[in-house]
């Protein structure tokens, strides 16, 4: 799969669309400070598809993915995907970062700050 095709397939826009009108509850949440260069100046997509990945965050400006994790998360065979999944994103140079659901809305300030930690400092 060449550069030039490894985001935005479309194949995967329809997909993408459903789950950008459906996000989770902490997703949404999360978006809310990720939007409209609200964080750092920072440009956010979510719902972006990366290769035949969909990621729930995305910033090209600094190659960083973020991803959050909800209870179907928490079983032997999602977490091998998951697995899978970030060693296919890292070995395309992009950082993927995890949170769980429960932490967007408890620890958002560290969260924020964690994400923030991710960013290049040029």
């Known amino acids: 799969m060449s550069k030039q095709n490894i985001h935005s397939?479309?194949?995967?826009?329809?997909?993408?669309k459903k789950l950008r009108k459906n996000l989770t509850p902490a997703e949404a949440f999360l978006w809310t400070q990720l939007k409209a260069r609200q964080l750092d100046n920072k440009r956010?997509?979510?719902q972006h598809s990366i290769g035949n990945?969909?990621?729930?965050?995305?910033?090209?400006?600094e190659k960083l993915i973020i991803e959050l994790d909800g209870e179907v998360h928490n079983n032997p065979?999602?977490?091998?995907?998951?697995?899978?999944r970030t060693i296919y994103l890292e070995?395309?140079?992009?950082?993927?970062?995890?949170?769980?659901?429960?932490?967007?809305?408890?620890?958002?300030?560290?969260?924020?700050?964690?994400i923030?930690?991710?960013?290049n400092l040029e």
Not at 116 to 119: A, M
């Open 44 to 46: 956010f997509t979510k």
């Open 9 to 16: 397939k479309i194949e995967l826009h329809s997909y993408r």
């Open 91 to 114: 070995s395309k140079g992009y950082k993927v970062i995890r949170f769980e659901n429960k932490m967007v809305f408890d620890l958002l300030p560290s969260v924020i700050k964690e």
């Open 116 to 119: 923030q930690e991710h960013f």
């Open 53 to 61: 990945y969909i990621v729930d965050f995305y910033c090209a400006s």
């Open 77 to 84: 065979e999602a977490q091998a995907y998951d697995n899978k």
